[in-house]
């Protein structure tokens, strides 16, 4: 969609790639890199099961590999955003794909070496997430920084449509080639992967960031963090909510989902294919969001957020495979344009030199949750039923959206049109050096 023609001497026409006038060197490089490591991450996490299970691993031994990833990723995420608030946030992103880049060539090397062992994969595993700690406060909101305000919300938009898409695809493809080549060659690609990515962000140029003055310790930075979250109602009301829904949410898709696909739907394949309409969406609705540009943000993405009960209870009928498959394309629309909102309103609304601590306890929320709901699915399903627990889940998203949406500043936040009054209210920086939120 951006490209020009131009007529020759010869009088035929050409075509060349003409890129929008907001997409500078820095978001190129944001956009770039994050495609390129989501691509290898997403293949990643197939090849990490498969691994554990061609070692001889059960399915036990997966769920210990994934919780080594997930632990260390919420312990030290409060501490990620502390230093990335202390050092230039392009270098603390650097040094976490650098680490992740070694975490992962090791693995691939235990694989490829045969028969790694099961604490050998749980360390490299926890080394990831570790990585990520520190890399997802860093990068949060940087694609945003590196256009005008003006541009911002399409900018986002047009990130998370290449994020999403390089999701979905390396998910395929990754899942391909480790069925051809085997899981250890899939995570040395993702360790090439971040190693690419990390020379890229490498070559950010942050020459207009002002050196930041040295706080006065990680405690009371964690503090100062705190209190920007609590100080506003509009943030700490989503946070709670989220962190509730998150752990319905994977409950729902990771224990309930599967097992309602494999007695009612036909088995694992119509529930990929659901699972893959709801990442469809999500793509779709970034693409929305290119062209959308609600003036009360909060407000449009709450009520973008009660979508999310629909796939709990499509499961409770259950629906056939088509209607389920629909709904979940449907609800990553909308959840999309929940999170482009949402990312517009923490950049617009919290100060720079705050912002990836006030991120990284949005990440800690959002993630917290997730491993405690995933574990008692199963019992409570024992306890109440599988229908009525997945009932429960819908009727939890409906009534916590509704009780955010009871919160005035969710509903009047607007969204600033100007440069100068993002940058009034951003307070500091107007910086070629934030990136978007990813997942690699």
Same mark, same amino acid.
């Given at each position: 969609m951006w490209r020009q023609q131009q007529r020759g001497r010869d009088g035929r026409t050409r075509y060349r790639l003409a890129l929008p006038s907001w997409a500078? #060197?820095?978001y190129l490089l944001l956009t770039g890199a994050t495609v390129i490591a989501n691509l290898g991450s997403s293949g990643a996490l197939i090849a990490t099961a498969f691994a554990v299970l061609a070692a001889g691993g059960n399915a036990t031994d997966v769920g210990l590999v994934a919780a080594? #990833?997930?632990?260390? &990723?919420? *312990?030290? *995420?409060?501490?990620?955003?502390?230093?990335?608030?202390r050092l230039p946030r392009h270098r603390v992103m650097v040094a976490a794909n650098a680490l992740n880049c070694v975490s992962q060539g090791l693995f691939a090397l235990l694989v490829l070496a045969g028969e790694p062992r099961l604490w050998q994969m749980a360390v490299l595993a926890a080394l990831g997430g570790t990585g990520q700690a520190f890399f997802a406060p860093a990068s949060e909101g940087m694609v945003l920084a590196s256009v005008s305000g003006d541009h911002a919300g399409r900018a986002f938009a047009v990130f998370r449509m290449g994020m999403n898409g390089a999701s979905i695809g390396g998910a395929a *493809?990754?899942?391909?080639?480790?069925?051809?080549?085997?899981?250890?060659w899939v995570l040395a690609i993702d360790s090439a992967s971040f190693a690419l990515a990390a020379a890229l962000r490498a070559f950010l140029d942050v020459s207009g960031v002002p050196a930041r003055a040295p706080g006065g310790g990680m405690l009371r930075d964690l503090r100062d963090g705190w209190r920007e979250v609590a100080s506003r109602p509009w943030l700490w009301a989503v946070v709670v909510q989220f962190s509730l829904v998150n752990a319905v949410v994977s409950a729902a898709e990771a224990v309930y989902g599967?097992?309602?696909?494999?007695?009612? &739907?036909?088995g694992p394949g119509p529930w990929g294919l659901a699972l893959g309409a709801f990442g469809a969406g999500t793509a779709s609705g970034a693409l929305l969001m290119t062209k959308f540009r609600p003036r009360r943000i909060l407000l449009v993405g709450s009520l973008c957020v009660f979508p999310l009960a629909l796939p709990s209870a499509a499961l409770a009928v259950p629906l056939p495979a088509a209607g389920l498959t629909a709904i979940m394309f449907g609800t990553g629309i909308a959840i999309e344009v929940f999170a482009v909102t949402w990312m517009m309103a923490l950049h617009q609304e919290i100060p720079e030199e705050k912002f990836s601590r006030v991120s990284s306890y949005d990440w800690l929320e959002s993630l917290g949750m997730v491993p405690l709901a995933t574990a008692l699915a199963g019992p409570v399903q024992d306890l109440i039923g599988r229908t009525t627990a997945l009932w429960c889940c819908s009727a939890l998203i409906v009534l916590l959206t509704a009780a955010v949406l009871c919160v005035p500043d969710v509903r009047r936040l607007t969204r600033r049109t100007t440069p100068e009054a993002v940058a009034v209210a951003v307070a500091g920086e107007n910086a070629p050096a934030r990136d978007g939120a990813e997942t690699a």
């Open positions: 500078g #060197r820095n080594a #990833r997930t632990v260390p &990723l919420v *312990l030290f *995420l409060l501490i990620g955003g502390a230093v990335a608030d *493809l990754g899942g391909a080639l480790v069925a051809a080549v085997g899981p250890g599967p097992l309602v696909a494999e007695q009612h &739907l036909g």
